[in-house]
């Protein structure tokens, strides 16, 4: 792999030199060791960490479209790790942490931004929630600090303070070490290094059956002819259900639509990530220079990616409710993506019923900013055979055990109020 | 140039007689009424009016509308500051202040251009490369400077003076935009009857004929239809209005536009409306935009779309230039080149086909034109304005330059088919027209004109016509009028419909200087090369590797030249390489006109109880409670909740207190099957319950987790009365109705929400007794009448009043049902009834610590991630009984004893306190991860004097007794504290049965 | 934006109703079914990318519960009835368990 730098980049600049393809254009073998169904940031991460760190290299990515065509090129960029119910607490932190070198590991600027999350709290009985989510970050080693009215007014002055707030502020909570993503740059680094390492990457690859015997799973039927695998992961979220039927697999996953929205560019105008307590809504602003928003889900199930205007309107709503002053900004575009919902807001990473055929999704809201993690530990556990100890609570088993919860807000079973 | 020196004598459609003063970056310049600032800054003669995203380049207006992506300004100052406004659809009004972006110190000199030294550092993807050294966090540094760098114009965090408005409409045939073909469609559709929307997102009807010479040959015709159309009933027109997209159920969103009205906020006028019209058919006729042709410094000043330069002269009487070359690839510039031609001093046209009409030829000899076949411009001298071209016969013959102050360019149109692609429907490519058509349309849409890949007048009445009968017919209404409009007089025997283009992707060698695909966010042919050399060349890696069509014009200019440069990279044809997603909305719409009057305090509707104007009017403070407003606390008890609290509850503890429960969820159950179904929706029994008596009952989901809790009272054998949590109330009526509309149909009950229809009273404290019965004279509420859990019916002053006997704060109390209009009345009677023995009312905050002190479950505690054994309440079910949510709730891990569940704490360090949040260990435990519990409620109780919770602790109850820790790390404490049990006061209910 | 046809109230946009779910399963009889049934009635689905029975309330109607049948690949609702009546109906198309 040719490394990026600032020399290599003026070099080639100057000298008006080609820059060679940060991926191959792969031809399928007729056998891996392992086939990654999904070629989003997910399944581009777990090729990786199979070459990396299992010395896995026999490895393929088939992607029915173009790399990162799913929710990791459509969601809003963040990353956190305020989470609080045992097992995602841990996960995410790991996530986090995994970022922090995620570019120097890649060789590709990720644009790791560590601006800052705050989550407002409007209420005494949302402080005491975020006391409690804060609480177990620090008791699990992750930073977090509980801001007051005024300390949040410090920080965030041009929030609405003013008698018309609809939701007066009481605080929030803080975690320095959230912030954004290039999001693309993520499926692309990801793809080139494990590239680098000898994963093909097939795109234009559409898989349309799996080759299964009494023994499991050793294939699959794809656009591009039979494909043989020892094992078989699938991460293919929004169509996880899908797939997994092709499988003889139930799920229990809904699909549904989340919009993302974007405003035109301006100067820096918001510097952290705020989210807003009174409704599911949180804004940061691009490098770009772009605001960018992000809401509830539409709430019932869709695979049309395109969203309903209402949410669009509801959106600017809370948009102003916190900072008035945008009202004069303009909505650049917005668009959908499918994502998989759960009836706990909790995700999958495990093994099947049916052997060799390694599941995961069910991401919810959180699938970008778990993609390190998820490639780490999906990895992990296709390489041994054996969930890794960080996603054993994300067994698909657990909705008939009725193990610990993993519902961060308490919404209850319903996928579509998560 | 001196200001005005552009504006020509005569013609076109601004009034002169009324002046418009205006001002740029402080500037005082004048234009007239029906000028947009654009075309006012250029008959001044500002070239200059913006620099561009990346290089800081000197960037001038290069189109006449909507596809503009140079000429950006802040318009307005403070509250009404508005950045990245497009100068080209912005209509001049009196005052109007505008200032240009991006730029430092100004946009005639502009430090950013350093940025054009190292542009090729600059190049596609560059920070992918970079900037990761040498430590972990250096993009933080390096992030800084970039994001200053980027953006355009800068916002202001003050507050929007303006208002904006929604609208709902209904109309049978909507349709969308008022060009030749839209004129005709909606004619044709109007004349059947059925009602029409016109919509133009310009404040003229008309479209292209605009751009016309007024005293042409189509004004008439143009005229004749708006005029037709005006007359017509049923038919009605939006200008200024603006379709942003096409939604499912055939709903488009428009934006209105009044800024040119000056509407007074103070007097309710609204400055934009957003309108959602549901329409029966839809006809898009959007028209197409010109594109460009890309070429070395295609970018410079006065290099503009030969259409917006027709369009300046034509419309606003600007001529853009005094000596013209017209580059083109297609008949339709030369429209230009001829209005041109009279008017300034020289005008030449360059066009790459060999091959040209006679026609064209003639009239071209016939004005003075030159024309050069077969030749390119392959670059451009000048750097803040235009000076000359360098002409390339396409041949290879050796190259030479011209002199000019103005290139127009034409590389082919590109039909407008965002709102027909909002649907999910791709565009197709039509080879002979060199462009991207509607791939199709769903049922009950139809496209005319120039959107369909047909450009000539002609094509546009005709198809505007047949698509304006075919959407009447769609909404039952046959055509009355066979006549289609007669075509406008004058056409020119060279308006065919595909302009004859020979398209070419770029000019001059695509390496060369700098060649821009994309204006705004400065793609250049060599970002596209590079990104092809990387693998970045499917269209949507492309879009996001070098952020081509991602600016505010969202590529409406740049899109089709870029895919067709790629394709070429690649070896494969145009249409193979697909388009981008057209996302909505079809222009950056503010997020004011998004939100429309849901701001302030109407962001979400406050609920209201209906004492809420009583408590306002006696020093409540009120707080927010979901969707309602309730009292937090009183000032008679103090002037702040820690202090009042504690004296409302010392009242309640002591004498007597009464508090608005108005907002608990109320729910009225009847028919001769309202037994079971209650028997089968609570964990417990209410089938058995007596007539007169009330219950605490707890509902699961079907998950078997807590759904909600509350007092249900039945009032006649087949008649219950429902009170639900306030937070709980909308979603238990929906399950309730749920349960008895689609899973127990046989059962003969009926649920009716009659939350709005009583005021809730609740009246507690050992004298509530003794004010009941001065308050209700000749009703006896004697502890044998009126036991614990007894109700009655009663009146007061005619008026009935549900009298139950239940308590939540541990006290003697009474929980008084009236009439919502009454409840004021009534709450004022018990005021004054309860006088002599010192009654009060009491807020939220002391309702919550009563009821900790009580070791009643609310709030935090009723979570649907906790079970009936969570809270201590598994000895209420009855298993024999089967009820909602049985079989989950016996799953084997939320079974297990170890869970954590209800406890009660207090505080043992003196001058410490309890939190809610904390979290919970045992005393040996290292105090890391999740702990064993945490703290849910937390209350000061000054009946025990000391700091007392509820929480939840793993194995709850079994630990009684035992020290444990409370952990707060984020105020770095650690407190001690005894588990025990949660009902801390009077655990034998002495005094709520006294 | 997505309309929805109430049979009492008339064609109506989505945000007047409550969206309640996969209606393509058959809730297990009350008092009957064990853990499993319950549980693949509560947490497994289909999730049909095409027509989809799903419940609607008309919450701000007539607060009637409804069955629709939407293709989710397109949001074309191609039926609806009251839950009430459609409840006697087995399920068809792609919902049919």
Same mark, same amino acid.
């Given at each position: /792999?040719?490394?990026?730098?600032?020399?290599?980049?003026?070099?080639?600049?100057?000298?008006?030199?080609?820059?060679?393809?940060?991926?191959?254009? +792969?031809?399928?073998?007729?056998?891996?060791?392992?086939?990654?169904?999904?070629?989003?940031?997910?399944?581009?991460?777990?090729?990786?960490?199979?070459?990396?760190?299992?010395?896995?290299?026999?490895?393929?990515?088939?992607?029915?479209?173009?790399?990162?065509?799913?929710?990791?090129?459509?969601?809003?960029?963040?990353?956190?790790?305020?989470?609080?119910?045992?097992?995602?607490?841990?996960?995410?932190?790991?996530?986090?942490?995994?970022?922090?070198?995620?570019?120097?590991?890649?060789?590709?600027?990720?644009?790791?931004?560590?601006?800052?999350?705050?989550?407002?709290?409007?209420?005494?009985?949302? /402080?005491?929630?975020?006391?409690?989510?804060?609480?177990?970050?620090?008791?699990?080693?992750?930073?977090?600090?509980?801001?007051?009215?005024?300390?949040?007014?410090?920080?965030?002055?041009?929030?609405?303070?003013?008698? $018309?707030?609809?939701?007066?502020?009481?605080?929030?909570?803080?975690?320095?070490?959230?912030?954004?993503?290039?999001?693309?740059?993520?499926?692309?680094?990801?793809?080139? $290094?494990?590239?680098?390492?000898?994963?093909?990457?097939?795109?234009? !690859?559409?898989?349309?059956?799996?080759?299964?015997? $009494?023994?499991?799973?050793?294939?699959?039927?794809?656009?591009?002819?039979?494909?043989?695998?020892?094992?078989?992961?699938?991460?293919?979220?929004?169509?996880?259900?899908?797939?997994?039927?092709?499988?003889?697999?139930?799920?229990?996953?809904?699909?549904?639509?989340?919009?993302?929205?974007?405003?035109?560019?301006?100067?820096?105008?918001?510097?952290?990530?705020?989210?807003?307590?009174?409704?599911?809504?949180?804004?940061?602003?691009?490098?770009?220079?772009?605001?960018?928003?992000?809401?509830?889900?539409?709430?019932?199930?869709?695979?049309?990616?395109?969203?309903?205007?209402?949410?669009?309107?509801?959106?600017?709503? !809370?948009?102003?409710?916190?900072?008035?002053? /945008?009202?004069?900004?303009?909505?650049?575009?917005?668009? $959908?993506?499918?994502?998989?919902?759960?009836?706990?807001?909790?995700?999958?990473? !495990?093994?099947?019923?049916?052997?060799?055929?390694?599941?995961?999704?069910?991401? !919810?809201?959180?699938?970008?900013? +778990?993609?390190?993690?998820?490639?780490?530990?999906?990895?992990?556990?296709?390489?041994?055979?054996?969930?890794?100890?960080?996603?054993?609570?994300?067994?698909?088993?657990?909705?008939?055990?009725?193990?610990?919860?993993?519902?961060?807000?308490?919404?209850?079973?319903?996928?579509?109020?998560? | 140039?001196?200001?005005?020196?552009?504006?020509?004598?005569?013609?076109?459609?601004?009034?002169?007689?009324?002046?418009?003063?205006?001002?740029?970056?402080?500037?005082?310049?004048?234009? %007239?009424?029906?000028?947009?600032?654009?075309?006012?800054?250029?008959?001044?003669?500002?070239?200059?009016?913006?620099?561009?995203?990346?290089?800081?380049?000197?960037?001038?207006?290069?189109?006449?509308?909507?596809?503009?992506?140079?000429?950006?300004?802040?318009?307005?100052?403070?509250?009404?500051?508005?950045?990245?406004?497009?100068?080209?659809?912005?209509?001049?009004?009196?005052?109007?202040?505008?200032?240009?972006?991006?730029?430092?110190?100004?946009?005639?000199?502009?430090?950013?251009?350093?940025?054009?030294?190292?542009?090729? =550092?600059?190049?596609?993807?560059?920070?992918?490369?970079?900037?990761?050294?040498?430590?972990?966090?250096?993009?933080?540094?390096?992030?800084?400077?970039?994001?200053?760098?980027?953006?355009?114009?800068?916002?202001?965090?003050?507050?929007?003076?303006?208002?904006?408005?929604?609208?709902?409409?209904?109309?049978?045939?909507?349709?969308?935009?008022?060009?030749?073909?839209?004129?005709?469609?909606?004619?044709?559709?109007?004349?059947?009857?059925?009602?029409?929307?016109?919509?133009?997102?310009?404040?003229?009807?008309?479209?292209?004929?605009?751009?016309?010479?007024?005293?042409?040959?189509?004004?008439?015709?143009?005229?004749?239809?708006?005029?037709?159309?005006?007359?017509?009933?049923?038919?009605?027109?939006?200008?200024?209005?603006?379709?942003?997209?096409?939604?499912?159920?055939?709903?488009?969103?428009?934006?209105?536009?009044?800024?040119?009205?000056?509407?007074?906020?103070?007097?309710?006028?609204?400055?934009?409306?957003?309108?959602?019209?549901?329409?029966?058919?839809?006809?898009?006729?959007?028209?197409?935009?010109?594109?460009?042709? =890309?070429?070395?410094?295609?970018?410079?000043?006065?290099?503009?779309?030969?259409?917006?330069?027709?369009?300046?002269?034509?419309?606003?009487?600007?001529?853009?230039?005094?000596?013209?070359?017209?580059?083109?690839?297609?008949?339709?510039?030369?429209?230009?080149?001829?209005?041109?031609?009279?008017?300034?001093?020289?005008?030449?046209? =360059?066009? =790459?086909?060999?091959?040209?009409?006679?026609?064209?030829?003639?009239?071209?000899?016939?004005?003075?034109?030159?024309?050069?076949?077969?030749?390119?411009?392959?670059?451009?001298?000048?750097?803040?304005?235009?000076?000359?071209?360098?002409?390339?016969?396409?041949?290879?013959?050796?190259?030479?330059?011209?002199?000019?102050?103005?290139?127009?360019?034409?590389?082919?149109?590109?039909?407008?088919?965002?709102?027909?692609?909002?649907?999910?429907?791709?565009?197709?490519?039509?080879?002979?027209?060199?462009?991207?058509?509607?791939?199709? %349309?769903?049922?009950?849409?139809?496209?005319?004109?120039?959107?369909?890949?047909?450009?000539?007048?002609?094509?546009?009445?005709?198809?505007?016509?047949?698509?304006?009968?075919?959407?009447?017919?769609?909404?039952?209404?046959?055509?009355?009028?066979?006549?289609?409009?007669?075509?406008?007089?004058?056409?020119?025997?060279?308006?065919?419909?595909?302009?004859?283009?020979?398209?070419?992707?770029?000019?001059?060698?695509?390496?060369?200087?700098?060649?821009?695909?994309?204006?705004?966010?400065?793609?250049?042919?060599?970002?596209?090369?590079?990104?092809?050399?990387?693998?970045?060349?499917?269209?949507?890696?492309?879009?996001?590797? #070098? #952020?081509?069509?991602?600016?505010?014009?969202?590529?409406?200019?740049?899109?089709?030249?870029?895919?067709?440069?790629?394709?070429?990279?690649?070896?494969?044809?145009?249409?193979?390489?697909?388009? @981008?997603?057209?996302?909505?909305?079809?222009?950056?719409?503010?997020?004011?006109?998004?939100?429309?009057?849901?701001?302030?305090?109407?962001?979400?509707?406050?609920?209201?109880?209906?004492?809420?104007?009583?408590?306002?009017?006696?020093?409540?403070?009120?707080?927010?409670?979901?969707?309602?407003?309730?009292?937090?606390?009183?000032?008679?008890?103090?002037?702040?909740?820690?202090?009042?609290?504690?004296?409302?509850?010392?009242?309640?503890?002591?004498?007597?207190?009464?508090?608005?429960?108005?907002?608990?969820?109320?729910?009225?159950?009847?028919?001769?099957?309202?037994?079971?179904?209650?028997?089968?929706?609570?964990?417990?029994?209410?089938?058995?319950?007596?007539?007169?008596?009330?219950?605490?009952?707890?509902?699961?989901?079907?998950?078997?987790?807590?759904?909600?809790?509350?007092? @249900?009272?039945?009032?006649?054998?087949?008649?219950?009365?429902?009170?639900?949590?306030?937070?709980?109330?909308?979603?238990?009526?929906?399950?309730?109705?749920?349960?008895?509309?689609?899973?127990?149909?046989?059962?003969?009950?009926?649920?009716?929400?009659?939350?709005?229809?009583?005021?809730?009273?609740?009246?507690?404290?050992?004298?509530?007794?003794?004010?009941?019965?001065?308050?209700?004279?000749?009703?006896?509420?004697?502890?044998?009448?009126?036991?614990?859990?007894?109700?009655?019916?009663?009146?007061?002053?005619?008026?009935?009043?549900?009298?139950?006997?239940?308590?939540?704060?541990?006290?003697?109390?009474?929980?008084?049902?009236?009439?919502?209009?009454?409840?004021?009345?009534?709450?004022?009677?018990?005021?004054?009834?309860?006088?002599?023995?010192?009654?009060?009312?009491?807020?939220?905050?002391?309702?919550?610590?009563?009821?900790?002190?009580?070791?009643?479950?609310?709030?935090?505690?009723?979570?649907?991630?906790?079970?009936?054994?969570?809270?201590?309440?598994?000895?209420?079910?009855?298993?024999?009984?089967?009820?909602?949510?049985?079989?989950?709730?016996?799953?084997?891990?939320?079974?297990?004893?170890?869970?954590?569940?209800?406890?009660?704490?207090?505080?043992?360090?003196?001058?410490?306190?309890?939190?809610?949040?904390?979290?919970?260990?045992?005393?040996?435990?290292?105090?890391?991860?999740?702990?064993?519990?945490?703290?849910?409620?937390?209350?000061?109780?000054?009946?025990?004097?000391?700091?007392?919770?509820?929480?939840?602790?793993?194995?709850?109850?079994?630990?009684?007794?035992?020290?444990?820790?409370?952990?707060?790390?984020?105020?770095?404490?650690?407190?001690?504290?005894?588990?025990?049990?949660?009902?801390?006061?009077?655990?034998?209910?002495?005094?709520?049965?006294? | 934006?997505?309309?929805?046809?109430?049979?009492?109230?008339?064609?109506?946009?989505?945000?007047?109703?409550?969206?309640?779910?996969?209606?393509?399963?058959?809730?297990?009889?009350?008092?009957?079914?064990?853990?499993?049934?319950?549980?693949?009635?509560?947490?497994?689905?289909?999730?049909?990318?095409?027509?989809?029975?799903?419940?609607?309330?008309?919450?701000?109607?007539?607060?009637?519960?409804?069955?629709?049948?939407?293709?989710?690949?397109?949001?074309?609702?191609?039926?609806?009835?009251?839950?009430?009546?459609?409840?006697?109906?087995?399920?068809?198309?792609?919902?049919?368990?």
């Amino acid at each position: /792999m040719m490394r990026y730098s600032l020399p290599r980049l003026v070099g080639h600049a100057l000298r008006d030199r080609p820059w060679p393809r940060a991926w191959r254009k +792969a031809t399928p073998r007729s056998h891996y060791d392992v086939v990654i169904v999904g070629g989003g940031g997910h399944g581009l991460a777990t090729a990786y960490y199979l070459a990396a760190n299992h010395g896995v290299r026999r490895v393929a990515v088939l992607e029915r479209s173009y790399i990162g065509s799913g929710n990791v090129g459509r969601n809003t960029t963040l990353v956190r790790s305020n989470y609080m119910m045992n097992g995602s607490t841990q996960f995410f932190e790991f996530s986090l942490k995994l970022w922090e070198g995620l570019s120097q590991a890649l060789n590709f600027n990720v644009m790791l931004s560590q601006r800052g999350q705050i989550v407002l709290g409007h209420s005494p009985a949302q /402080m005491d929630g975020l006391a409690r989510r804060g609480n177990t970050m620090l008791l699990n080693g992750i930073e977090a600090e509980l801001l007051d009215r005024g300390q949040v007014q410090r920080l965030l002055p041009y929030l609405d303070y003013s008698p $018309a707030a609809r939701f007066p502020i009481a605080g929030g909570l803080l975690q320095r070490r959230a912030g954004t993503v290039r999001h693309d740059a993520v499926a692309w680094g990801y793809a080139r $290094a494990a590239d680098s390492l000898g994963v093909d990457i097939l795109e234009g !690859c559409e898989v349309s059956g799996f080759l299964l015997d $009494a023994g499991g799973v050793h294939g699959v039927q794809t656009s591009r002819g039979r494909i043989l695998a020892d094992r078989v992961a699938l991460a293919v979220a929004g169509h996880s259900s899908q797939l997994a039927a092709l499988a003889g697999l139930r799920l229990p996953i809904e699909s549904h639509l989340l919009q993302a929205f974007v405003t035109e560019p301006i100067k820096p105008f918001v510097d952290h990530v705020i989210s807003f307590g009174a409704e599911l809504f949180y804004l940061s602003q691009s490098d770009k220079g772009g605001l960018v928003f992000g809401g509830h889900i539409d709430g019932f199930n869709s695979f049309t990616q395109r969203g309903q205007f209402p949410k669009a309107q509801g959106v600017a709503q !809370c948009a102003l409710a916190l900072i008035p002053g /945008m009202s004069r900004l303009k909505l650049l575009r917005h668009w $959908a993506g499918i994502q998989d919902m759960t009836p706990d807001g909790g995700p999958f990473i !495990c093994r099947t019923p049916v052997r060799n055929l390694y599941f995961n999704g069910g991401w !919810c809201y959180q699938g970008f900013k +778990a993609t390190p993690a998820v490639g780490w530990c999906l990895a992990d556990t296709i390489a041994r055979d054996e969930e890794h100890p960080l996603v054993r609570c994300y067994g698909l088993e657990r909705f008939a055990q009725g193990g610990a919860s993993l519902d961060e807000y308490g919404h209850g079973h319903w996928t579509y109020r998560h | 140039m001196s200001a005005g020196s552009h504006r020509v004598r005569a013609g076109g459609r601004i009034d002169r007689n009324e002046p418009r003063v205006f001002s740029l970056d402080g500037r005082r310049l004048t234009g %007239y009424r029906g000028d947009t600032l654009a075309s006012a800054l250029l008959a001044a003669g500002v070239s200059v009016v913006g620099r561009s995203f990346k290089y800081h380049r000197p960037r001038g207006f290069v189109t006449a509308g909507v596809d503009e992506p140079n000429g950006l300004f802040t318009l307005g100052e403070g509250g009404r500051a508005e950045p990245n406004a497009q100068g080209t659809v912005v209509q001049l009004t009196d005052g109007l202040r505008a200032a240009s972006q991006n730029a430092w110190p100004s946009v005639r000199f502009d430090w950013g251009a350093v940025n054009s030294w190292i542009a090729p =550092v600059l190049q596609a993807g560059f920070y992918y490369k970079t900037f990761m050294g040498p430590t972990r966090r250096a993009w933080m540094f390096y992030e800084r400077f970039i994001r200053r760098a980027a953006g355009l114009g800068a916002a202001r965090h003050d507050p929007d003076p303006d208002r904006y408005d929604t609208h709902y409409l209904f109309t049978d045939v909507l349709v969308i935009g008022a060009g030749p073909a839209g004129l005709s469609a909606a004619l044709a559709a109007g004349r059947s009857g059925a009602r029409v929307l016109l919509i133009e997102q310009d404040g003229l009807l008309g479209g292209t004929l605009l751009s016309d010479p007024v005293t042409g040959q189509t004004e008439p015709w143009r005229a004749r239809l708006e005029a037709e159309l005006q007359s017509l009933p049923e038919v009605r027109i939006l200008r200024h209005t603006t379709a942003l997209g096409v939604y499912d159920g055939n709903t488009a969103i428009l934006l209105t536009r009044r800024d040119h009205c000056a509407p007074d906020p103070g007097n309710g006028e609204a400055l934009q409306i957003l309108t959602s019209v549901r329409a029966k058919a839809v006809i898009h006729s959007t028209g197409a935009t010109e594109r460009p042709l =890309v070429f070395p410094d295609n970018d410079r000043p006065g290099v503009m779309m030969a259409s917006a330069v027709r369009t300046y002269l034509n419309r606003y009487a600007v001529a853009c230039g005094r000596h013209a070359v017209v580059l083109t690839n297609n008949d339709s510039a030369y429209a230009a080149a001829f209005d041109l031609a009279p008017q300034i001093d020289r005008v030449t046209v =360059v066009d =790459v086909r060999r091959a040209l009409h006679p026609a064209l030829t003639a009239k071209a000899a016939s004005l003075g034109v030159e024309v050069h076949a077969a030749t390119a411009v392959t670059g451009v001298l000048g750097r803040t304005r235009v000076r000359g071209v360098t002409l390339t016969p396409i041949d290879g013959a050796r190259s030479r330059s011209a002199p000019c102050d103005l290139l127009c360019v034409s590389g082919g149109w590109s039909p407008m088919v965002h709102l027909s692609s909002h649907g999910g429907i791709r565009p197709r490519y039509q080879a002979d027209s060199a462009a991207f058509v509607p791939g199709g %349309y769903a049922p009950g849409h139809f496209g005319a004109g120039a959107l369909t890949g047909r450009f000539s007048l002609g094509e546009a009445v005709q198809t505007g016509w047949r698509a304006g009968l075919r959407a009447a017919a769609e909404c039952g209404f046959e055509r009355v009028s066979a006549d289609p409009p007669a075509e406008p007089e004058g056409v020119a025997p060279w308006d065919t419909a595909n302009h004859r283009i020979e398209p070419v992707w770029a000019l001059g060698g695509a390496r060369a200087g700098k060649a821009f695909v994309d204006f705004q966010n400065d793609v250049t042919v060599r970002d596209l090369a590079i990104a092809h050399q990387e693998g970045y060349e499917s269209v949507e890696h492309l879009k996001r590797f #070098t #952020t081509l069509g991602m600016g505010t014009d969202q590529g409406k200019t740049s899109n089709i030249n870029a895919l067709a440069i790629m394709a070429g990279l690649r070896g494969i044809e145009l249409p193979e390489a697909g388009t @981008t997603t057209f996302r909505p909305p079809f222009v950056p719409a503010r997020l004011g006109a998004l939100a429309g009057r849901h701001v302030g305090q109407h962001f979400r509707p406050v609920r209201r109880s209906p004492l809420h104007a009583w408590h306002l009017g006696h020093g409540a403070q009120m707080i927010e409670a979901g969707p309602w407003l309730r009292p937090w606390y009183y000032r008679w008890a103090g002037e702040t909740v820690e202090r009042a609290y504690l004296e409302e509850m010392r009242r309640v503890r002591e004498a007597v207190g009464l508090s608005d429960v108005s907002t608990l969820g109320k729910i009225d159950v009847q028919g001769p099957d309202a037994a079971e179904f209650l028997d089968r929706l609570y964990v417990n029994g209410f089938a058995r319950l007596p007539v007169g008596k009330a219950r605490y009952g707890v509902m699961l989901n079907d998950a078997g987790t807590i759904l909600d809790d509350g007092t @249900t009272t039945r009032l006649a054998e087949t008649r219950y009365f429902m009170t639900t949590t306030t937070a709980g109330a909308a979603e238990v009526m929906s399950w309730l109705e749920f349960l008895v509309q689609t899973a127990w149909p046989e059962l003969r009950v009926h649920v009716s929400s009659v939350t709005d229809e009583w005021a809730g009273i609740a009246v507690a404290g050992p004298k509530a007794r003794a004010v009941l019965e001065r308050a209700l004279p000749g009703w006896d509420v004697s502890n044998e009448a009126l036991p614990h859990m007894g109700c009655l019916e009663i009146e007061w002053d005619r008026m009935p009043v549900r009298l139950i006997r239940l308590s939540f704060s541990g006290e003697l109390a009474y929980e008084l049902y009236v009439p919502a209009d009454y409840g004021t009345a009534f709450w004022e009677h018990l005021l004054s009834s309860g006088e002599p023995f010192g009654i009060r009312p009491y807020g939220l905050e002391a309702l919550a610590s009563l009821r900790i002190e009580k070791g009643h479950v609310a709030g935090a505690e009723v979570d649907p991630r906790l079970t009936l054994n969570d809270l201590g309440l598994g000895r209420m079910a009855r298993p024999e009984k089967p009820f909602i949510g049985r079989e989950l709730a016996a799953r084997p891990l939320l079974d297990s004893p170890e869970r954590p569940s209800l406890v009660g704490l207090e505080c043992l360090e003196p001058g410490q306190r309890l939190r809610g949040g904390a979290i919970l260990f045992a005393a040996s435990d290292e105090l890391k991860g999740h702990g064993r519990g945490y703290v849910t409620s937390v209350t000061w109780s000054p009946t025990l004097g000391k700091f007392i919770a509820l929480g939840f602790y793993a194995g709850g109850l079994r630990h009684v007794g035992e020290e444990i820790v409370c952990a707060f790390p984020l105020y770095g404490e650690r407190v001690r504290a005894r588990i025990t049990s949660p009902v801390f006061l009077d655990p034998k209910g002495e005094r709520l049965h006294a | 934006m997505l309309r929805i046809h109430c049979p009492l109230c008339g064609e109506r946009p989505y945000t007047e109703f409550r969206y309640g779910g996969d209606a393509g399963k058959h809730r297990p009889v009350h008092g009957a079914g064990g853990i499993e049934a319950w549980h693949d009635h509560l947490f497994l689905f289909e999730n049909a990318k095409g027509p989809h029975r799903e419940f609607w309330q008309h919450v701000q109607g007539c607060r009637q519960w409804l069955i629709a049948v939407r293709d989710t690949a397109t949001n074309i609702v191609a039926d609806v009835a009251l839950a009430r009546d459609a409840r006697g109906l087995e399920p068809q198309g792609p919902g049919e368990r």
